[in-house]
């Protein structure tokens, strides 16, 4: 992995880590790199472009578009939309390249710049490195033809062969992400008669994930829909529940849903206020692809962070499980190797191969509802397949990750950890790929044995960083 791309893309502090400059040497280089390959065409690279609401989000998408169009690539801008919207828009409108503005579930002050290839996939560490390096070579020259900001050599020709690109807006094409979710449903309206509140977290979702859900039969009530740039994440969303547990007890309703800032994940809340994360989700959704023969490989992918009570539930069920990194990335790597069709994360994160090439946050929830609402069943009782081990997380910041993971200290402390737990736990020490942290997973039958030993590990891990 190179120094600027993490597990989900570049990501940092907008306008100090992450600033105008920088975004245009960026697209300028992914720009050659992705759009390499129509380089004899008389047609130019065709990019689109999405974001998030969040303000920086607009000079962003300013210098990225700038990027693509001065290195000859026509660009569709299309607005604030979904993350997986941009990833099926890049293969539906026959796009070279795709470009998301978005930091997730990250809160407001940051922002990142992610990238689709052809088809819709994220790209491989090896094209990200690529990108890096043509980055690195053309240091101190962006513009073409302009020294000192980057892109091509002075001495070379200011304009591409094809011309510069042009830049159109194409908002209206988030149409045909909503008609392509509803399209996955067997039946029009399988919501119908369910009450949903639905917290789209001030974020990219607020306009489209409401319309699906009732589009599709619901009641819906709507929260986090009011989006200012400003409080996206902010206390509401996949990383703040309370505000929707709040309202799904408050309005009676049957089921809520809540999506990060990118809407490329989901998290569910029962009607009685119960958190239903993604291990429960992914092990529901199996569990019904299993049932209608539709689980290819009676397979399902799942990260290291994977509860090991979904593992016991897949495995009682006679579901193998392919167990990947943590970043759905690496989840759909190995998906499209073993050709699998479902994979996700605890976080939410689950792709639906069959359905889109990324983690989808309204598709899941959407299939998760219809499951439900299809078998007269409650979330609560779809969920109740799997018992939840505990599980405790620590993030422990201002350490040097690359410190961390030299630490003959800290192995030491891992493997004693591992030791103690035995079969009834597990322990888990990563650097996290979208913050400047080290996470401390400790999981074991005994919450208070799980507490213990992860703060003696996170303990060992400030002193080694």
Same mark, same amino acid.
């Given at each position: 992995?190179?120094?600027?791309? &993490?597990?989900?893309?570049?990501?940092?502090?907008?306008?100090?880590?992450?600033?105008?400059?920088?975004?245009?040497?960026?697209?300028?280089?992914?720009?050659?790199?992705?759009?390499?390959?129509?380089?004899?065409?008389?047609?130019?690279?065709?990019?689109?472009?999405?974001?998030?609401?969040?303000?920086?989000?607009?000079?962003?998408?300013?210098?990225?578009?700038?990027?693509?169009?001065?290195?000859?690539?026509?660009?569709?801008?299309?607005? #604030?939309?979904?993350?997986?919207?941009?990833?099926?828009?890049?293969?539906?409108?026959?796009?070279?390249?795709?470009?998301?503005?978005?930091?997730?579930?990250?809160?407001?002050?940051?922002?990142? #710049?992610?990238?689709? =290839?052809?088809?819709?996939?994220?790209?491989?560490?090896?094209?990200?490195?690529?990108?890096? *390096?043509?980055?690195?070579?053309?240091?101190?020259?962006?513009? $073409?033809?302009?020294?000192?900001?980057?892109?091509?050599?002075?001495?070379?020709?200011?304009?591409? =062969?094809?011309?510069?690109?042009?830049?159109?807006?194409?908002?209206?094409?988030?149409?045909?992400?909503?008609?392509?979710?509803?399209?996955?449903?067997?039946?029009? *309206?399988?919501?119908?008669?369910?009450?949903?509140?639905?917290? @789209?977290?001030?974020?990219?979702?607020?306009?489209?994930?409401?319309?699906?859900?009732?589009?599709?039969?619901?009641? +819906?009530?709507?929260?986090?829909?009011?989006?200012?740039?400003?409080?996206?994440?902010?206390? @509401?969303?996949?990383?703040?529940?309370?505000?929707?547990?709040?309202?799904? *007890?408050?309005?009676?309703?049957?089921?809520?849903?809540?999506?990060?800032?990118?809407?490329?994940? @989901?998290?569910?809340?029962?009607?009685?206020?119960?958190?239903?994360?993604?291990?429960?989700?992914?092990?529901?959704?199996?569990?019904?692809?299993?049932?209608?023969?539709?689980?290819?490989?009676?397979?399902?992918?799942?990260?290291?962070?994977?509860?090991?009570?979904?593992?016991?539930?897949?495995?009682?069920?006679? #579901?193998?499980?392919?167990?990947?990194?943590?970043?759905?990335?690496?989840?759909?790597?190995?998906?499209?190797? &073993?050709?699998?069709?479902?994979?996700?994360?605890?976080?939410?994160?689950?792709?639906?191969?069959?359905?889109?090439?990324?983690?989808?946050?309204?598709?899941?929830?959407?299939?998760?509802?219809?499951?439900? =609402?299809?078998?007269?069943?409650?979330?609560?009782?779809?969920?109740?397949?799997?018992?939840?081990? $505990?599980?405790?997380?620590?993030?422990?910041?201002?350490?040097?990750?690359?410190?961390?993971?030299?630490?003959?200290?800290?192995?030491?402390?891992?493997?004693?950890?591992?030791?103690?737990?035995?079969?009834?736990?597990?322990?888990?020490?990563?650097?996290?790929?979208?913050?400047?942290?080290?996470?401390?997973? +400790?999981?074991?039958?005994?919450?208070?044995? =799980?507490?213990?030993?992860?703060?003696?590990?996170?303990?060992?891990?400030?002193?080694?960083?």
């Amino acid at each position: 992995m190179g120094q600027l791309f &993490g597990t989900d893309g570049v990501r940092g502090v907008a306008g100090e880590d992450l600033d105008a400059a920088l975004a245009t040497k960026l697209a300028t280089a992914a720009a050659h790199v992705l759009g390499g390959s129509r380089a004899s065409d008389s047609a130019r690279p065709l990019a689109v472009v999405g974001r998030d609401p969040r303000a920086s989000g607009e000079f962003l998408e300013a210098a990225v578009v700038a990027g693509l169009a001065q290195s000859g690539t026509d660009v569709l801008r299309l607005g #604030i939309i979904p993350t997986p919207g941009v990833a099926y828009l890049t293969d539906a409108l026959g796009a070279d390249y795709g470009v998301m503005l978005s930091a997730s579930h990250n809160p407001a002050p940051d922002n990142g #710049i992610k990238f689709f =290839a052809r088809g819709g996939l994220k790209l491989p560490d090896h094209v990200e490195d690529e990108i890096e *390096t043509r980055m690195a070579a053309s240091k101190g020259m962006t513009a $073409p033809g302009v020294p000192g900001a980057g892109g091509r050599p002075a001495a070379g020709p200011g304009i591409p =062969a094809g011309g510069f690109g042009r830049v159109h807006d194409a908002a209206g094409d988030a149409e045909r992400y909503l008609t392509h979710l509803l399209s996955t449903l067997g039946s029009p *309206t399988p919501l119908a008669g369910w009450r949903i509140v639905v917290d @789209c977290a001030h974020g990219a979702a607020f306009a489209l994930a409401p319309r699906l859900l009732a589009e599709a039969g619901a009641d +819906v009530v709507a929260i986090g829909v009011e989006p200012d740039g400003i409080n996206i994440n902010a206390g @509401c969303g996949s990383t703040s529940l309370s505000a929707l547990q709040s309202a799904v *007890t408050g309005h009676g309703a049957d089921a809520g849903i809540a999506y990060d800032g990118d809407a490329d994940r @989901c998290l569910a809340v029962s009607a009685a206020g119960e958190v239903i994360d993604g291990d429960q989700i992914l092990a529901i959704l199996a569990l019904a692809l299993n049932e209608s023969g539709r689980l290819t490989g009676g397979t399902v992918v799942a990260t290291v962070m994977a509860n090991l009570g979904f593992r016991l539930a897949m495995t009682e069920a006679g #579901i193998e499980v392919v167990e990947t990194p943590v970043g759905d990335r690496y989840l759909l790597a190995a998906m499209l190797d &073993g050709k699998y069709v479902l994979g996700g994360e605890q976080s939410g994160h689950i792709i639906m191969l069959d359905h889109s090439s990324t983690g989808d946050g309204m598709l899941t929830s959407l299939h998760l509802l219809a499951t439900a =609402a299809a078998s007269g069943r409650s979330l609560a009782e779809l969920a109740s397949v799997m018992t939840k081990f $505990p599980q405790v997380l620590v993030n422990v910041h201002g350490v040097s990750k690359k410190k961390v993971a030299a630490s003959a200290e800290v192995a030491a402390a891992v493997a004693d950890a591992a030791s103690e737990l035995g079969e009834s736990g597990r322990v888990l020490v990563r650097p996290s790929g979208t913050e400047p942290a080290v996470r401390v997973m +400790v999981e074991a039958i005994d919450p208070g044995q =799980a507490h213990a030993i992860a703060g003696r590990l996170a303990d060992v891990v400030r002193g080694a960083g």
